[in-house]
C-alpha cells in the first residue's frame, strides 16, 4: 500500500467494515477481461458467501478462474476542498484477495444462506428444496485483506 498512514492494522476494524458494509463488489476475470459485479453478501469463519442464479456471466468466469479479488466500502462522504485538487474523500474500505468454489451441499448452503441473511439482519429459517435446488452458493476463501481509511 502506497500511503501507509491511511493503513488499517487492526483485524477487529477490518472486520467491522466488512461487517457494516452493504454491498461487496466481485472482480472476476477470463482471458485478460476483468469483469465486476455487485453482489449482496455474507461473512463467516474468515469467508464471503453470495447467491446468484444458476447461469450467467459470473458464473461462467468462475467455473473457469476461481480467482477473486473483491471490495467494500462504508462512511463515503465527499470533502470539498479551497480548490479542484484540493477536494477529497472520507472512507473506510477493505480489499481482499481469495479462492472462489461452489457450495453443493445442503446443509453448508442453508448455513451460508444463513450468513448472507444474517447480514442484513434477518435470521435463517428452512428453506424450500426448490429454492435451494434453483439458487448457486458461492464461497470465497479469504487469502488476503487490507484495509483503509481517510479522514477518520
Known sequence: MRRK???????????????????????LSLNDMPYL??????????????HSAPEGRK???LKQNDRVCFEMEMDVEVIEGSSPCKWGTKYR??????RASFIEAPEEKKQALD?????????????PEKTM??????????ESLTGKRSGF
Do not use: W
Not at 37 to 50: A, I, T
Not at 93 to 98: F, L, P, R
Not at 115 to 127: K, R, T
Not at 133 to 142: L, N
Open 37 to 50: 459485479v455487485p453482489v449482496n453478501y455474507g461473512f463467516k469463519d474468515n469467508c464471503l458467501y453470495f
Open 5 to 27: 498512514d491511511k493503513q488499517i492494522h487492526d483485524a477487529g476494524e477490518i472486520e467491522s467494515i466488512i461487517n457494516g458494509a452493504t454491498v461487496c463488489r466481485i472482480a
Open 59 to 61: 458464473i461462467e468466469i
Open 115 to 127: 450468513a448472507i441473511l444474517a447480514h442484513y439482519g434477518g435470521h435463517g429459517s428452512e428453506y
Open 93 to 98: 474500505s477493505v480489499i481482499g484477495q481469495g
Open 133 to 142: 435446488d434453483a439458487v448457486v452458493v458461492v464461497k470465497i476463501e479469504i
